[in-house]
């Protein structure tokens, strides 16, 4: 059974930082692009990055560029996601999702909200 | 950056109707659509990936079609099930932008 596990939320002040983290089980991890989409309360998703399987290739959302970066450690079967410089705006439920076939989001953590509060 | 703009924003129906949820791309996006459920508190579930392929497990009652700009999801019986809040995403250009959401209710 395919997992995402995410970690790694909580309170942070403005300017403050944080690392995600999302644990893969039950896939072949090192195969997969992986994604962070966020969700902000009571709004819409918004995609956040993308990581290729190698590492290859790295985007990201022009909200966050710059302040956040996203890695993968395939030998631990992990996705991470450093934010720093946080803001008010970046308030939200976090999930990693991976890319299946024809980029679809196949699969999903159950998110890991993201407070950032003063 | 491709925009991507859902209509309606909301929509009423009732079991048993058949129901159309459109999704427009600012520019031509290919097949690169793809469809999610999401319910309160959950994450979302993909139900159509390449805006026509039913991922495995989702019931032949949903279906997607369209190419290019304009992009369809339609639920031909709606069950109780299914009311639920509906995005599509584009995956042809970066940013992978999602539409704004459709509430079904």
């Known amino acids: 059974e395919v997992q995402l596990v995410e970690s790694g939320g909580g309170l942070v002040k403005p300017g403050g930082s944080l690392r995600l983290s999302c644990a893969a089980s039950?896939?072949?991890?090192?195969?997969?692009?992986m994604n962070w989409v966020r969700q902000a309360p009571g709004k819409g998703l918004e995609w956040v990055s993308f990581i290729s399987s190698s590492n290859s290739y790295i985007y990201y959302a022009d909200s966050v560029k710059g302040r956040f970066t996203v890695s993968r450690e395939n030998a631990k079967n992990s996705l991470y996601l450093q934010m720093n410089s946080l803001r008010a705006e970046d308030t939200a439920v976090y999930y990693c999702a991976r890319s299946g076939r024809s980029g679809g989001l196949d699969y999903w953590g159950q998110g890991t909200l993201v407070t950032v509060s003063s | 950056d491709i925009q991507m703009t859902q209509s309606p924003s909301s929509l009423s129906a009732s079991v048993g109707d058949r129901v159309t949820i459109t999704c427009r791309a600012s520019?031509?996006?290919?097949?690169?659509l793809h469809w999610f459920q999401q319910k309160p508190g959950k994450a979302p579930k993909l139900l159509i990936y390449?805006?026509?392929t039913l991922q495995s497990g989702v019931p032949s009652r949903f279906s997607g079609s369209g190419s290019g700009t304009d992009f369809t999801l339609t639920i031909s019986s709606l069950q109780p099930e299914d009311f639920a809040t509906y995005y599509c995403q584009q995956t042809f250009s970066t940013p992978h932008t999602f539409g704004q959401g459709t509430k079904l209710e």
């Open positions: 520019q031509t996006i290919s097949s690169s």
């Open positions: 390449g805006a026509s």
């Open positions: 039950g896939i072949t991890f090192n195969i997969y692009s």
